[in-house]
Structure formats: structure tokens, C-alpha cells
């Protein structure tokens, strides 16, 4: 190897590099595309779930929610709420909402009917069945 690190050296460095990263990054980008259908298993998105994601965003839940670690982090991650809470807690959660206890942090009740609040429920099981490598870390987030 020369003493005297040339010009040339440099550019060879900077192209070669260049080139592995950006195909690194190409081939876990497609890694990533390959692997989503089953992580998402998008085949369960049934016109309830649709439904319920439409609620989700009409109403803001976001506002002080996180949804699988993105959001505001105001009042706790939901969505993995189903697993953590079991079937039927959503629905019962929302209806008798708000708590009005003392020095507790309050959600609003948004006055959903029933068919709405069942897709509510079923849209954050279909998120909570979502394969996300366990993210995020800390359940309740
Ligand atoms: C203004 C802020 C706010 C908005 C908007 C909001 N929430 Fe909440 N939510 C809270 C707070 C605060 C808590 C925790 C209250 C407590 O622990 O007493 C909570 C708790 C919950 C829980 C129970 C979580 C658990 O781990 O037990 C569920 C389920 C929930 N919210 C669903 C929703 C849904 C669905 C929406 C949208 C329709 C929504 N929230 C919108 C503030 C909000």
C-alpha cells in the first residue's frame, strides 16, 4: 500500500462506500417489502376494521394516543390495548368514559353507537395482531 494516501484513494473510498451502502440499503428495502403482507397480515382487513380505522382518525385518538409507538403520548399506547385488556374492554372502556376521578388524566366520551364502537374494537385487534417485532418496547407505552 502507497505512504501517501492520493486523491485517487480517496475517490475509490468515497464511490466504493457510497455504492455498498446504497446497495445495503436497496436490498433490506426490499427485504422489508417482502416481509410486510405476512407481518400486517393485511388479508384480515375486513370492511369492519376499515371502518373502525376511519372512527380512529375522525375522532383523533392520536391526539393523545400512540398507535404502535407513534402518536402523542399523553394517555397509553393502544395498539396492543386488545391483547393487553381481552376482548369486549374497548367497547366497556369508551362507554363509561370520562372517569371523572379526581387528579386522574380524563379522556372525553366521544358518544359512538354500538356498531361503531364494535369497529373500533375490531380495527385495535386487527393492530395488535400486527407482527411488529414487539415494538414498542414498553407495553403501555
Ligand atoms: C383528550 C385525550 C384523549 C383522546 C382524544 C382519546 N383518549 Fe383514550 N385515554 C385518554 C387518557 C388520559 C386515558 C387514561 C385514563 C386513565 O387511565 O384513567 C385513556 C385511556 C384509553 C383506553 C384504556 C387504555 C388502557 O391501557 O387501559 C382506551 C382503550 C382508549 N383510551 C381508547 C381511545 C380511543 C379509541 C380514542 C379515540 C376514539 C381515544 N381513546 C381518544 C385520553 C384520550
Not at 505512504?3 to 466504493?16: D, L, P, Q, W
Not at 400486517?40 to 385518538?61: L, M, Y
Not at 376521578?101 to 354500538?114: A, I, K, S, Y
Request: hydrophobic content about 40%; aromatic content about 12%; charged content about 20%.
Amino acid at each position: 500500500m502507497n505512504e501517501i494516501f492520493t486523491k485517487s484513494m480517496a475517490r475509490n473510498v468515497y464511490y466504493g462506500g457510497s455504492i455498498f451502502f446504497i446497495l445495503l440499503f436497496l436490498a433490506l428495502t426490499l427485504d422489508t417489502t417482502i416481509a410486510l403482507p405476512e407481518r400486517d397480515h393485511r388479508e384480515n382487513i375486513t370492511e369492519q376494521v376499515a371502518h373502525g380505522k376511519t372512527i380512529w382518525e375522525e375522532n383523533d385518538c392520536i391526539g393523545c394516543h400512540t398507535l404502535l409507538g407513534e402518536g402523542a403520548y399523553f394517555a397509553p399506547e393502544l395498539g396492543n390495548v386488545y391483547k393487553r385488556r381481552g376482548p369486549g374492554f374497548i367497547k366497556a372502556w369508551l362507554k363509561a368514559m370520562p372517569t371523572n376521578v379526581p387528579g386522574r388524566r380524563q379522556m372525553p366520551n366521544f358518544n359512538l353507537t354500538d356498531e361503531e364502537l364494535d369497529a373500533l374494537e375490531a380495527f385495535l385487534k386487527w393492530s395488535s395482531e400486527i407482527n411488529t417485532a414487539n415494538w414498542p418496547p414498553n407495553i403501555e407505552g
